[in-house]
């Protein structure tokens, strides 16, 4: 009988302390950027990176297309490949925190998640970087994750377009279909530049990579503006 309460105890703590704050932080909490602001705007971003195999390759395809990106890095990445954070603040794009190494929210204890803020915004700090954005990893907030968050002024962006472009079952293929019938005005699109590192399938990025050479031009010709979160505040003020 005492194992059936501490179970039920057990479940009770998880929920609220992990699930109900993911319930609510994914699907109600107002203060969470879900969506681009502005006529014909799409946002596209791309988590657990930098990978210095896949993050130079997709920042020549931006570039080649002319268009600007959010990149929400992994701060334990960051250290090892500074340069690639360097290329994205030279050519124009934004970045954001995804965790110091992709440990989700749901594992974490109260001071874990607290030194996984003070960490990350550490590590950037060290190279002058700066970004008021922060993406949970897998969008998994615990009870105090908008606490850290608020208190260190980020700004919270969850997406509303994913391709899965991270499994080992997606294909360059099933990524195009799925952006081109999923992405519509204000998408915020998550996509990936990191594999096997943060839960994804190694070289699963060469497929987004692939995918995104078809489906960008495609985009653009529908009249869609490729945004970041700076430029849609800028423009919703
Ligand atoms: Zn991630």
């Known amino acids: 009988m005492i194992f059936v309460w501490s179970l039920l105890a057990g479940v009770i703590l998880f929920s609220v302390y992990a699930v109900i704050p993911t319930y609510y932080n994914k699907k109600i909490n107002p203060n969470i950027i879900r969506h681009a602001q502005g006529k014909d705007t799409i946002m596209l971003t791309f988590d657990d990176g930098p990978d210095e195999r896949y993050t130079g390759k997709l920042l020549d395809i931006l570039k080649e297309n002319g268009i600007k990106a959010t990149f929400f890095v992994v701060a334990d990445n960051v250290r090892k490949y500074p340069q690639m954070v360097d290329r994205m603040m030279a050519e124009g794009h934004c970045i954001g925190i995804h965790s110091y190494c992709h440990k989700n929210a749901w594992l974490k204890t ?32 615990n009870l105090l994750s908008m606490y850290y968050a608020k208190k260190h002024g980020f700004q919270v962006m969850l997406w509303s377009v994913m391709a899965q472009d991270w499994s080992s079952k997606s294909s360059k293929e099933t990524i195009i279909k799925k952006l081109l019938e999923r992405t519509r005005e204000h998408s915020i699109i998550c996509l ?32 869609y503006r490729f945004v970041t979160p700076e430029v849609a505040q800028y423009e919703a003020v």
């Open 110 to 141: 109260p001071r874990e998640e607290k030194r996984d803020f003070e960490n990350s915004i550490d590590l950037l700090e060290s190279y002058n970087w700066k970004t008021p954005f922060y993406r949970p990893p897998w969008g998994h907030t």
């Open 192 to 223: 990936h530049d990191a594999g096997e590192n943060s839960g994804g399938a190694k070289d699963a990025p060469l497929n987004t990579i692939e995918a995104l050479k078809t489906v960008i031009p495609i985009l653009k010709q529908k009249g």
